[in-house]
């Protein structure tokens, strides 16, 4: 009888043992916070899943799904119609040149609040002049993510081989053409140099090497009429006369890596590429972007990141995530993972983060010696920003094709961007 009375008054504290043990799993689970996150290209994934792996395990209580999408576009287009159907995401990393569109649709949740709760904001490591381009009518919509500005890539076999010196490779535009000149003329089968166009950020980054600017302030018409435009223009012009072939971005990327393209101007975000693809092919070399003098700036595109929830309690898990993303853990996975520049200083300055990564291949810093000059790209606030951006990319690539003369090519420009400014 005391046998039986001692198996039921164990089996009671085992089964309340149980029931105590669901009950705080039960509350465990009640109190974890999900956010929804998306970003674009998919092709970046590895970025994404990493900082949310050790995002997560700092946070136990915050659960990170993410969602992505084939490039910004089309994100920032299925945002917009997430907008409409109440089914925003928490949290999206969008690309820079589509905040003010996302802004205008009152997708964006203001940062303000959140950064001046900071008692130590500016010993975080973030840029004041990288916030200033998330601002938009006094308000902060976003925090930089990723930059990712132009550099020059070169084949240094083939600046050797045409007596060129890799240690000391041109800084100016004259000396590259005339490099490019001579690799172009050692047979048919090598290009002397490739100089990326797409998008807008070429032209701004040619405009602004100049210390000119795309629109005037208030984009009622442009700011790239005179000799900047003029400038940009012409090079691209040059680019050809050296030997460019516009034979498409893929497939001079690829030509690049082969070992058949001297010099190739691109955004900086391509080095993890080429660092493997021309691994045992030839010996690759980076090195800055020309600007002169009179350049305060060189613009730089990559993406952002801008809280989008709607439900006030999840809120601050999100805010929580976007410090993470863009603090110095979150930017030294990104750079890591990715050939980006980090928007963070701390993470650049901490030898465990990314002072020994950089030093360990001086080609990793070359776009980071310039941090204090880089800012996002800007983002043209006009409805028509893309059909603008449209007819620059259009204006250039008949210049690299050596159609039609800089002049004309800048008369037309201006002429029919102030058209879509003014509508």
Known sequence: M????????????????????????????????????????????????AIAEEFQRLHSDIKIELSAQRNYE?????????????DLPDVSHQGTKLVPFLVKNDIAVPLNSFIESEADWKKQGYVPSM?????????????????????????????????????NFPSDWDGIFELASRISKLDDRFMGIYH?????????????????????????????DGPNGLWALNLMRKAADAGMKDIGRNQAFQAFVAGQVGIVASAVSRLGQFTVQSKGVFDLGVTLYPMS??????????????MTTRNQAARQAAWKYIKFATGAVGQAIMVKKSGYVPVNTVAINTPDLLGNYY??????????????????????????GIKIIDEIEKTMGAMARGKGTPENALSS???????????
């Open 2 to 49: 005391k046998s039986k009375y001692r198996q039921k008054k164990r089996f009671v504290k085992f089964l309340s043992a149980v029931l105590m043990l669901v009950a705080v799993c039960s509350v465990s689970a009640m109190a974890q916070t999900t956010l929804r996150v998306t970003y674009a290209p998919n092709s970046l994934a590895k970025i994404y899943e």
């Open 74 to 86: 089309e994100l920032a287009q299925a945002t917009l119609r997430g907008s409409l159907v109440g």
């Open 131 to 167: 916030i200033k381009r998330c601002s938009y009518g006094g308000k902060i919509n976003c925090i930089p993510f990723s930059l990712s500005p132009y550099v020059l890539y070169f084949n240094a076999d083939l600046v050797r081989k045409v007596g060129g010196d890799p240690g």
């Open 196 to 224: 990326d166009y797409r998008g807008d950020l070429a032209f701004q980054t040619l405009v602004m090497s100049r210390g000119g600017q795309l629109l005037k302030d208030d984009e009622s018409s442009v700011a790239f």
């Open 293 to 306: 003098a009179s350049a305060t700036q060189q613009p730089a595109g990559g993406n952002i990141v801008m």
């Open 359 to 384: 030093a360990a291949d001086p080609r990793r810093g070359v776009a980071v010696s310039r941090l204090a000059m880089i800012i996002p790209m800007y983002a043209i606030k006009n409805k028509n």
């Open 413 to 423: 420009l201006v002429k029919i961007t102030n058209a879509w400014l003014a509508r």
